[in-house]
C-alpha cells in the first residue's frame, strides 16, 4: 500500500531564516505530487504540482519554491521565511494511472514564523 | 477562474438529527471529491463522484453530484458526535487530464452535539 510521509512535523523559525520541508512517497511510481498551504481557518491553496522529477508548476507566486530530486521526493523551500509563510503545509500524491485524480495527503508539517 | 463554494460554513447538529452540506461550483467539472479534517490533522479521502447523478454512500454519509446544477451535496443522517470534523469539497480543474488540480472550498466545520 501506498504511504506518504512529511518532516518535521512542527517547525518554528525566526522571520529571514530558510526553509526546506520534505514530503516523500512510498508504494508508487511516478506520481503527481502537490503541495498546499492551509492557513489557519481554513481553505487549502494550491502551491505547487509536480508531475515528473525535474518538473515543477507554481500556482501562486511568492517567496517559496519546490523542487523533485527524485521520483517520489518533492522539496518545499524558501530562502528567507516571511510572517506571513505561517499555515499547515501539507503535501498530496495522486497517481498517474487512475482515471481520476483522488489526492491523498500526508500528516502535514505545521510552520510558525515568528 | 474556477470558485468552489460551501455552505454552510459552521454547522451545529443536535445528535440523532439530519442535515445537509451544500457545494457549489463555478465552471464545468464531472470529477469532485470530499475530503474530512479532524481538528489538527491532515485531510482524510471520503467519496470521489465521478459523473452526472453519482451517489457514494458510507456510514451516516451520503455524496452526490448534479454537474448540470454544479452541485453537491454531502447528506449527514442520524449525526453522532464522531461525525464532528470540517468538511471540504474540492473540484478538479483539468477535467481529463491525469494530474489536474484541484480546487477546495472553504470547508464546513461540523460539531454535533448531545
Known amino acids: 500500500s501506498q504511504t506518504i510521509h512529511q518532516w518535521p512535523a512542527t517547525l518554528v523559525q525566526p522571520v529571514g531564516s530558510p526553509l526546506s520541508l520534505e514530503c516523500t512517497v512510498e508504494?508508487?511510481?511516478?506520481?503527481?505530487l502537490y503541495w498546499y498551504r492551509q492557513a489557519a481557518g481554513r481553505g487549502l491553496q494550491l502551491l505547487f504540482y509536480?508531475?515528473?522529477?525535474?518538473?515543477i508548476s507554481s500556482e501562486v507566486p511568492q517567496n517559496l519554491s519546490a523542487s523533485r530530486p527524485q521520483d517520489r521526493q518533492f522539496i518545499l523551500s524558501s530562502k528567507k521565511l516571511l510572517l506571513s509563510d505561517s499555515g499547515f503545509y501539507l503535501c498530496?500524491?495522486?497517481?498517474?494511472?487512475?482515471?481520476?485524480?483522488?489526492?491523498?495527503f500526508g500528516p502535514g508539517t505545521r510552520l510558525t514564523v515568528l | 477562474e474556477l470558485k468552489v463554494e460551501q455552505n454552510p460554513l459552521f454547522l451545529s447538529m443536535q445528535e440523532g438529527k439530519n442535515y445537509t452540506i451544500y457545494c457549489n461550483y463555478s465552471?464545468?467539472?464531472?470529477?469532485l471529491y470530499w475530503y474530512r479534517q479532524d481538528p489538527g490533522k491532515s485531510l482524510e479521502s471520503l467519496f470521489v463522484?465521478?459523473?452526472?447523478?453519482a451517489v457514494k454512500q458510507e456510514g451516516r454519509l451520503m455524496a452526490s453530484l448534479d454537474t448540470k446544477a454544479r452541485l453537491s451535496t454531502l447528506h449527514i443522517t442520524a449525526a453522532v458526535h464522531d461525525l464532528s470534523a470540517t468538511y471540504f469539497c474540492?473540484?478538479?480543474?483539468?477535467?481529463?487530464?491525469?494530474?489536474?488540480?484541484?480546487?477546495f472550498g472553504q470547508g464546513t466545520i461540523l460539531t454535533v452535539h448531545p
Open positions: 498530496a500524491w495522486s497517481s498517474q494511472t487512475s482515471s481520476y485524480n483522488e489526492q491523498f
Open positions: 508504494g508508487t511510481s511516478n506520481p503527481n
Open positions: 509536480s508531475v515528473g522529477i525535474g518538473q
Open positions: 465552471t464545468t467539472s464531472d470529477r
Open positions: 463522484l465521478l459523473s452526472n447523478g
Open positions: 474540492a473540484v478538479d480543474r483539468a477535467g481529463g487530464t491525469s494530474y489536474g488540480k484541484l480546487t
